[in-house]
């Protein structure tokens, strides 16, 4: 299991972390970082969590900023009285964070023989078999190699979720199957319906039965139907975007901030679970996903993967688009991501609210870095920069001299 334990505990230097939190709280100073128009000053976040394991000990882990800050779209602060301070247990909105949690459930029916990485998705999802997509295999959707480009807004163009349902599924591809690597959104979401179809439950039951339920990752959930939250639970989650204001009149229309429910508009249509966005959790949580895959699939003596699944994670399906590493799900290597660390043995992933998970194989160790850089506003920033600092920094805390 998880424990605390000091840098020096398990041989890492402490002035590392010390530079990382100096560093985290200085992005939330207001500059220009390029990220918008020349005369746009903004911070990168309004407030941010962050947690280091290294050996199963936890080594960093703190929080800085607001999880709520502003009033509308443009910045306009809130007075200081009703603005709410970030806590290490914040619970945010992951985005595509949610992508490897989906993909934990495949990698279980991959384990289960329901379901196999060179079948095709149509072998479980029959009407996929249209606008040339009869050849794609669950491999290519998990691998985004299927040819899938964007989706149009179904929250504008169809009414009902089975209307959006059908047009996920019959969506025209962009490439040739097998030919690109595009990421696409639409390939995480129909591994959600063909996770449905092969065990018979919504993605969200299923993740709890038998993932974040057993692992005890009690702050980890959708919010089905896009409900009104507690209060009291509303008060740990970090708000997100005033949509409305910051995009336009043709997003979704819903309360403002979006707060509580996904910021991703095409899970929202979706009822709030979709295979590639809808998930909320905190930096805990993350951690005991990343600890899991480290342990080679178990956790606190559960059994989650099998030790030679969790190696489908480190492997690189795409030889043949070496810019684009990726195991089943994860990415690989991605500097973006994780900064000097990144390896093949390094995978991870980000989330456009502003949020990242990488886990280092190699030196078992794992970096969660939680933003809500959408809060007031989507244009404000990119925080990539800093994705990339927190991992130098852990490869800093090794005596590498990055």
């Keep these: 299991m998880l424990k605390y334990g000091s840098p020096e505990s398990v041989g890492l230097l402490s002035d590392a972390f010390k530079d990382l939190k100096k560093n985290v709280t200085e992005y939330m100073t207001p500059a220009n970082y390029g990220s918008a128009s020349n005369d746009e000053v903004h911070p990168l976040y309004p407030g941010a969590t962050v947690m280091i394991g290294h050996e199963s000990t936890?080594?960093?882990?703190?929080?800085?900023?607001?999880?709520?800050?502003?009033?509308?779209?443009?910045?306009?602060?809130?007075?200081?009285?009703?603005?709410?301070?970030?806590?290490?247990?914040?619970?945010?909105?992951?985005?595509?964070?949610?992508?490897?949690?989906?993909?934990?459930?495949?990698?279980?029916?991959?384990?289960?023989?329901?379901?196999?990485?060179?079948?095709?998705?149509?072998?479980?999802?029959?009407?996929?078999?249209?606008?040339?997509?009869?050849?794609?295999?669950i491999l290519m959707l998990m691998t985004h190699t299927s040819g899938f480009g964007r989706i149009p807004g179904l929250w504008t163009e169809y009414q009902t979720y089975d209307e959006r349902k059908k047009a996920i599924i019959e969506q025209k591809l962009l490439y040739d199957p097998g030919t690109t690597f595009w990421y696409s959104d639409l390939n995480f979401m129909n591994l959600q319906f063909v996770l449905e179809a092969v065990t018979g439950t919504p993605l969200d039951q299923l993740l709890h039965d038998k993932f974040t339920g057993p692992l005890g990752m009690k702050d980890s959930f959708f919010n089905r139907g896009n409900k009104a939250l507690s209060e009291k639970l509303m008060s740990r989650i970090a708000a997100t975007e005033y949509q409305i204001e910051a995009v336009g009149p043709m997003e979704p229309q819903r309360s403002q901030p979006v707060w509580g429910t996904v910021h991703d508009e095409k899970a929202w249509s979706l009822d709030g679970v979709a295979g590639h966005a809808g998930m909320f959790s905190t930096a805990w949580d993350l951690g005991i996903f990343c600890q899991m895959i480290l342990n080679n699939g178990t956790y606190n003596g559960i059994r989650i993967l099998q030790p030679s699944t969790v190696d489908l994670i480190f492997h690189d399906f795409n030889a043949a688009f070496p810019e684009d590493a990726h195991g089943l799900g994860f990415k690989l290597g991605q500097f973006q991501g994780s900064g000097a660390m990144h390896s093949l043995q390094t995978a991870g992933h980000t989330g456009f609210t502003g949020t990242s998970m990488v886990i280092d194989r190699s030196s078992n160790t794992f970096f969660i870095f939680l933003t809500n850089r959408v809060h007031p506003s989507r244009t404000w920033s990119n925080i990539n920069r800093v994705r990339e600092m927190v991992g130098t920094c852990v490869a800093r805390s090794f005596g590498r001299n990055v």
Aim: hydrophobic content about 35%.
């Design 58 to 137: 936890v080594v960093s882990h703190f929080a800085v900023g607001h999880t709520f800050k502003y009033a509308d779209a443009n910045g306009t602060e809130v007075p200081k009285e009703h603005q709410t301070r970030t806590e290490n247990d914040t619970i945010y909105d992951i985005a595509s964070l949610t992508k490897m949690f989906t993909t934990i459930a495949a990698l279980q029916q991959l384990e289960s023989g329901k379901l196999s990485l060179d079948a095709t998705v149509a072998t479980y999802v029959p009407d996929f078999a249209t606008n040339g997509k009869e050849n794609i295999t």
